[in-house]
């Protein structure tokens, strides 16, 4: 997880709670520092995801471009998203069923304790395990690497077949996203020292990391999406 990250969220106007369209909301040091923030973060993103499954199942209704909503296919949908997105993606595959294979790109599996030195709470699709393709995809950089490798290891025990685990190699937790590009731009301009790349996304360079995390998840999606 982040250890910290700024997130806009944009709406589509104002209201008197929210005299802004633009809000925006800041995480201050690890989430998983504070359990209630973390459950809520997680909480939020699968509430969010069922919604617009609920919404693709009436696409006629959605004001999409002329002739795409004929071309949703509710039979091969998938989920991917990146730490806390790919702990909803993860839970959501078990969940709901309408999903057919998920990637779940370095998220926690289980809900930090609720007190110092207690006991990390699974969530429901560790608990179960899934009987639906799921590709856990992480990094060999990722520095809490043991509390996330013992969330993982509960739900791939209970899961069998279903469960690929994969890592990038030279790569830190940030390289799932726009940082793989941009960060090493940013080092050859001299804006951000080696050191602090290599805290962001590893030493991995952009022509190796990108492209190694595209085939990953078309591949996934590709063969597992086409047999249901």
Known sequence: MDRAATLSHSFPGTTTFRDEPVRTTVFRGDPRDRPDVFRTMIDARVADLRFVLDRLARPTELPLPRGLAGTIDQHRIGLYGHSAGGSAAAEVLFEDRRVRAAINLEGYLDHPPLVPGGTPEPFPVTRHGVDRPLLLLGTEGFDHRPELDRSWSALTARSGRWVRTARIAGAGHRVFTDCAATIPQLQAAGLTTRAERNAVIGESAPA?????????????????????
């Open 208 to 228: 190796v990391s990108i492209p190694k995390v595209r085939h990953l998840v078309r591949e996934l999606f590709a063969r597992r999406l086409h047999m249901w």
